[in-house]
């Protein structure tokens, strides 16, 4: 590779006042909002801001993807993983449009992100110039917030504005276009935190009387349950959250986005709610008389058909957006605010308190789902691998302890339902979009993010191809990710609906496959192995486990296995089917 | 099903590039149709005001402010029924001098109507009126028979009869935010 490597000399920002170009401005500004990692891909709109990123390259880190859709789901998992905004960098045009999907996955799960994008110089905007487009317009529908900055003295008061939006609330991705001009234009360095916004209330405060009706409402309670969803990970809530429940004796339940807030292993862990959730959460819903429910928006994947959902019970809503507040589900106490600052308001007003026997009907439950369902996938003895079996395996073998990515369809929800999460902000997964494709550069912003904790990616044979790139960036930076490729030569999750609603017509989804590990191997570099033998599952685990850099595990799983149990679309909570 | 009604949707924002294409947005994902849009700069200065007259229901309409009210740029948002502010809509009509030398009936409609003549040209004359859209689509009925070059009407523009200022609801806003958050 001939490119000029000569060591960064430039470390320290300048002082206040002195002259700098719009793109050292926009280099600085990150330096000053704490940003270690930038996720991006250069092009010519945004070639000023990339010369400046060169001299400080060892103070932010810059991965470089293969695609920037990539750049924008690997930033997404940073940010989950440490709660603070990824940093997406692309050119304008084509690369501007690559994010919209990464935007709108950020957007309604809630994901804090700031993407730049470099733009054609000010005079040509509307002109159709090369690689022109309305990013403004484009991104608008799925973003927080954005701007389009003209002028390089409007960096570094926008570049705060755009952190303080992104992070703060309910957090969201926030786009800003610069254009070429403003990149090369002079100002005096100057650089202030963003700290109010005049028509921006992030914060509500926490009405106390709210509070001391939820709280009488707990302790009178017989059979409450809790959903916690993200916003308990977003807010920090997940001690609060454990001294509540313990407290009050609650069984607690975690949605899709929420899983790993909670540990699986805890006697009041009780599964996941909603489609493919487990059996307890669900019936139970219809059946307790309070549902309290912290930072999560009543998706239609978790409450199933509305007017028979929860109709019995009390619910206390806790949510810092109040537009979700009686969106979906109407409630009988809603506490709008951030969950951390509501419950320790809420923990001295709540008592000790025992629900022994409903928190053990819980059990019973899950005793019937194991039964059913659980242990036939886990154990299975037919020829084929069951998905259960792999991520099962794993989860033992690495203790609940890993950080674990999903793509999107049938083995997502295997691994929400199997991998039992005993450290917090360990999963990261498309919910809200249910986003192909996001699983393979998602571990690798994941494992940026903690280069220090194993960091596993499991993803199917759809999903993989669809980012597959990624394996590029994953070589380039030498990332130690552990993908695991449960392939099933099937889009697997659309095969199931086909078989269970329209009359096993496989409408245009088995796929014809490559060989995954000569892709990886062979082009990459990066260490495989292909299994279909059950024999050789646990060696292969191991192996995968011990390696020391990236490593790709493609396990060969039963063609049609449908997941179970499952609330068909439009059913009631309480109706799942278990085949 | 419920009732579907005319509301006034008050906006109250940043002046900023882009905003309105914001809100819009926020009506058309729900496929709900802009009847009337008005903006102007408020009297507090740097606020924008847009005045939205949509006909839908309550549930979607308290949806909709709730999504505007979330807009970074938007400060305070409002809807209201039409028995709850003072509205006017301006319309302007071109017809042919002709037609008004030729008989008195324009120049009755014009009194009749309590409109003004804003011009007289040898070519045309120019009317307006202000008042609600049943009174000026009145009018235009009226004058359609005499040759009617042009016609236009203006968005709603609205105050409210509640007396809380703006000024008040954004104090109260301010006061009900932690800003000593984690951030």
Known sequence: ?579 | MEKVEEFTVKVYSENHIGLLNRLTIIFTRRKVNIESLTTSEYHLPGVHSFTIVINTTESMIRKITSQIQKLVDVMKTFYYRTDEIIYQEIALYKVPTSALLESNEIEQLVRRYNARILEVTPEYTAIEKTGHKEDTQELLEKLKPFKLLEFVRSGRVAITKPMKELRVHLQELEEATDYSNKY
């Open chain 1, 1 to 579: 590779m001939k490119t000029n490597d000569k060591k960064p000399t430039r470390k320290e920002l300048p002082a206040e006042g002195t002259e700098v170009t719009g793109s050292e401005a926009l280099i600085f500004s990150l330096m000053k909002e704490d940003v270690g990692t930038i996720f991006g891909y250069p092009g010519g709109a945004i070639m000023p801001v990339y010369d400046a990123l060169f001299d400080y390259r060892d103070r932010i880190n810059h991965i470089l993807v293969r695609h920037e859709q990539g750049a924008a789901h690997a930033a997404e998992s940073y940010a989950k993983i440490l709660g603070k905004p990824g940093v997406v960098m692309v050119t304008s045009g084509p690369g501007a449009t690559n994010l919209i999907t990464g935007l709108a996955n950020a957007m309604i799960d809630s994901v804090p992100m700031v993407a730049f994008s470099g733009q054609v110089p000010s005079g040509l905007l509307g002109t159709d110039a090369f690689q022109e487009t309305d990013v403004m317009g484009i991104t608008m529908p799925v973003t927080k917030w954005n701007y389009q900055i003209t002028k390089a003295d409007e960096i570094p008061e926008i570049v705060a504005k755009a952190f303080y939006i992104a992070s703060t609330g309910r957090p969201g991705p926030v786009m800003i276009d610069i254009t070429k001009d403003a990149q090369f234009g002079k100002m005096k360095w100057h650089y202030e935190k963003c700290r109010k916004i005049r028509s921006y209330f992030p914060y509500p405060k926490v009405q106390m009387d709210k509070v001391e009706e939820a709280a009488h409402l707990i302790n009178k309670a017989k059979k409450p349950l809790l959903i916690a969803g993200q916003g308990v990970l977003i807010s920090n809530a997940q001690k609060e959250l454990m001294q509540l429940v313990t407290r009050a004796d609650i069984p607690v339940t975690t949605t899709l986005l929420g899983l790993s807030s909670f540990p699986a292993d805890h006697p009041l862990y009780v599964g996941m709610p909603g489609m493919h959730g487990n059996m307890a959460p669900n019936i139970k819903t219809n059946e307790c008389d309070l549902l309290i429910a912290i930072g999560m928006r009543f998706d239609d994947r978790i409450t199933g058909r509305l007017d028979d959902y929860a109709t019995q019970a009390k619910i206390i809503h806790f949510e810092i957006d109040h537009s979700e507040i009686g969106k979906n589900v109407p409630t009988d106490v809603a506490i709008v605010a951030d969950a951390r600052d509501a419950l320790t308001k809420l923990l001295p007003l709540v008592k000790e308190n025992d629900h022994k026997e409903w928190v053990e009907s819980f059990r019973k439950e899950y005793d019937n789902e194991y039964r059913k369902v659980i242990r036939p996938a886990r154990e299975s003895r037919g020829d084929d691998i069951k998905m259960d079996e792999v991520v099962h395996m794993i989860s033992e073998k690495t203790d609940g302890q890993a950080i674990v990515v999903t793509d999107v369809g049938q083995h997502q929800m295997v691994v929400a339902r199997n991998y039992r999460f005993k450290q917090s902000r360990s999963f990261v997964t498309s919910g809200g979009l249910g986003t192909m494709g996001f699983g393979l550069p998602a571990a690798v912003g994941a494992k940026v993010a903690r280069p220090d904790r194993m960091v596993i990616g499991f993803t199917g044979d759809g999903g993989f191809q669809m980012t597959i790139q990624e394996l590029g960036t994953i070589a380039q930076h030498k990332l130690p990710v552990k993908m695991v490729l449960l392939n099933n030569s099937f889009l697997g999750m659309v095969r199931q609906w086909q078989d269970m609603f329209f009359d096993k017509r496989y409408s245009f989804t088995e796929l014809a496959n490559p060989e995954f590990t000569k892709i990886a191997s062979e082009g990459y570099g990066i260490a495989s192995k292909f299994i279909k033998k059950r024999e050789d599952l646990e060696s292969a685990v191991e192996e995968m486990l011990a390696h020391k850099g990236p490593y790709l595990l493609e396990v060969k799983v039963m063609k049609e296995q449908n997941v179970f149990p499952m609330v068909p679309a439009g059913a009631s909570v309480s109706n799942m089917v278990t085949e």
